[in-house]
């Protein structure tokens, strides 16, 4: 079956820098786009970050351009998310997800989810 595992997860002073992983199997990852969320307490599911299968179309959300950056080797089946210069805000259960296909954005689009890492950030 498919399994997606993040890890990478921690807790980080504001301005520093954490990189997530996400290990895939289970399914074609060639042939997936990736895509990373997060979940703050009492908040929504948002999208953070998707890379294509090629790496050609890779799209962020407002909140983190310039400051995370997502990438993926195929050869490892991984995807990755390096965050830099956190803030507080960043804290969050960092989802990654697969979607078969052409890149997306949208939570509901995305078939197969990991368990979550968890970021904090203290200020």
């Known amino acids: 079956q498919v399994q997606l595992v993040e890890s990478g997860g921690g807790l980080e002073q504001a301005g520093g820098s954490l990189r997530l992983s996400c290990a895939a199997s289970g399914l074609a990852f060639r042939t997936y786009s990736m895509g990373w969320f997060r979940q703050a307490p009492g908040k929504e599911r948002e999208f953070v970050a998707s890379?294509?299968?090629?790496?050609?179309?890779?799209y962020y959300a407002d909140s983190v351009k310039g400051r995370f950056t997502i990438s993926r080797d195929n050869a490892k089946n991984t995807v990755y998310l390096q965050m830099n210069g956190l803030k507080p805000e960043d804290t969050a259960v960092y989802y990654c997800?697969?979607?078969?296909?052409?890149?997306?954005?949208?939570?509901?689009?995305?078939?197969?989810w990991g368990q979550g890492t968890q970021v904090t950030v203290s200020s």
């Open positions: 890379i294509e299968w090629s790496a050609d179309d890779i």
């Open positions: 997800a697969a979607h078969f296909g052409v890149t997306r954005i949208r939570i509901h689009e995305y078939e197969y």
